[in-house]
């Protein structure tokens, strides 16, 4: 039986199941299948990225490992006690996250890094039923415009009521927060749109939310 929260068969999406297909024949070695979440079972904060990147999550099957989109990303984790390791290489590295958890709007890899709309809400039920089965999420850090509304989308709220901007918290209802943060990709790095010493504060008040020190360990 499929999982509801995540299929690494899932073909719903016919444009993306056609482009995996190119990419895993054009490189034979990659993982090229929806890539599911990563970290701990029971997290506090939960890490929404955009999609999987060619070179990374769908080469190794491991959110934001070994692309350069995870560099700043695990390196914040580690300093907060987020990460076992500061650099996520390979699926297989050993790395462990605590009370950390990432995932993805959309589970596959799109061409041009750029999901359609329609691609966005056919993927988003698996969000839904990810954040419904992970009770232990006090805080959800969307990284980036599409993440950010797909998270609105998977709890059922209007996103006319919730607008995106960097570091902007928004309440989700009962105790869980949400929190935007530019996407930590290279164009956005190399420009200094986001600079590391932004991503660590938006990290920090994510911890400071979640009821951890930033040093792994809860307040």
């Known amino acids: 039986m ?4 995540f299929d690494a068969s ?9 482009f995996l297909a190119v990419v895993r024949a054009r490189h034979p070695t990659y993982w090229s299948r929806p890539v ?24 190794t ?3 934001f490992t070994g692309d350069f989109a995870g560099i700043l990303l695990y390196e914040t984790l580690h300093e907060f006690g987020l990460a076992s390791r500061r650099q996520s290489i390979a699926g297989d590295d050993g790395l462990m996250l605590i009370d950390t958890r990432i995932t993805n709007a959309v589970k596959c890899l799109p061409p041009g890094n750029k999901p359609l709309p329609q691609e966005i809400r056919c993927c988003n039920s698996y969000l839904h039923n990810e954040l419904a089965a992970l009770p232990s999420v006090q805080v959800i850090l969307a990284l ?9 989308r998977a709890c059922g709220l209007p996103r006319s009521a919730f607008a995106f901007a960097h570091a902007r918290e928004h309440a989700l209802g009962g105790t869980r927060r949400l929190i935007d943060s530019y996407h930590c990709s290279r164009y956005n790095t190399q420009t200094r749109r986001l600079t590391a010493i932004m991503f660590k504060a938006v990290v920090a008040r994510a911890c400071e939310l979640a009821g951890l020190n930033g040093n792994g360990a809860h307040i």
């Open 10 to 18: 899932c073909v719903r999406c016919p444009r993306l199941a056609a």
């Open 2 to 5: 499929r999982s509801r929260l």
């Open 36 to 59: 599911p979440a990563f970290g701990a079972a029971a997290p506090r904060i939960l890490i929404v990225g955009l999609a999987p990147g060619l070179h990374g999550a769908n080469r």
């Open 144 to 152: 980036g415009r599409v993440a950010h509304e797909a998270v609105v």
């Open 61 to 63: 099957g491991r959110p």
